[in-house]
């Protein structure tokens, strides 16, 4: 059974940072493709970052270009979402998604485009 676990969210202060996790199982985890997504309250589920399955490629969404640095540990079977000066619009539930084509095949910010989905991880950023 496929499951992503978020984890490292929290409340921070404007200016702050936070390392978000996503921990897989059940799945060949170096063969796939994950995407962040955030989805603040009364919004669309919005694309944040995605990495390819070796960590060659990397997309960032231009609010967080420059901010927030996506890598992964294929043989812990992690990804990690490095956010650094935070601003209280990047205040939203965080998921990490996982898809078992490449990024080159996949549309990686369509949410429709990933197979697996974790439970989410709240982010709060406080001004």
């Known amino acids: 059974q496929v499951a992503l676990v978020e984890s490292g969210g929290g409340l921070v202060q404007a200016g702050g940072s936070l390392r978000l996790s996503c921990v897989a199982s059940?799945?060949?985890?170096?063969?796939?493709?994950v995407g962040w997504f955030r989805q603040a309250p009364g919004k669309e589920r919005q694309f944040v970052s995605a990495?390819?399955?070796?960590?060659?490629?990397?997309y960032y969404a231009d609010s967080v270009k420059g901010r927030f640095t996506i890598s992964r540990d294929n043989a812990k079977t992690t990804v990690y979402l490095q956010k650094n000066s935070l601003k209280p619009e990047d205040t939203a539930v965080y998921y990490c998604?996982?898809?078992?084509?490449?990024?080159?095949?996949?549309?990686?910010?369509?949410?429709?485009?990933?197979?697996?989905w974790g439970q989410g991880n709240q982010v709060t950023v406080s001004s």
């Open positions: 998604a996982a898809d078992s084509r490449p990024l080159s095949v996949i549309n990686h910010s369509n949410p429709h485009d990933y197979s697996y």
């Open positions: 059940g799945l060949t985890f170096s063969y796939y493709a």
């Open positions: 990495i390819s399955w070796r960590g060659c490629s990397t």
